[in-house]
């Protein structure tokens, strides 16, 4: 589905990013040395702090990364799609265009290809 280089390249580093932090962060705090941890407790807590801020932040980019492609890329094809099979649809929203000829869509206006109907 994934059309454009672009896209696979970003969903690449979106996915990879993650454990490149990770290991950044393993690196700089060293959590498996028990000693470092006896004079200040709280640098475990600030790497658990920042490791749960990453994956947090990391969920809310691909989710929202997942959305754009869906809605970018797979979501005309499907529409696309269902229009052919003799269902028509707005290419544009998605609103199911049941019953007679109209020259906009009824839910987002959009100018209809004279081809849908």
């Known amino acids: 589905m994934f059309q454009a280089r672009k896209i696979l390249a970003l969903s690449s580093l979106i996915a990879l990013a993650p ?23 709280m640098d475990l807590t600030v790497l658990l702090g920042v490791i749960g801020g990453m994956l947090l932040l990391w969920l809310v980019v691909q989710h929202l990364f997942f959305v754009y492609t869906m809605n970018r890329y797979y979501a005309p094809f499907v529409r696309r799609e269902i229009t052919a099979f003799g269902m028509p649809m707005c290419q544009a929203c998605g609103h199911r265009l049941a019953g007679g000829q109209v020259n906009r869509c009824p839910e987002c206006g959009t100018q209809l290809l004279p081809n849908i109907l």
């Open 19 to 41: 454990s490149l932090l990770f290991a950044l962060l393993l690196w700089i705090f060293d959590p498996f040395n028990p000693r470092k941890f006896e004079a200040h407790p």
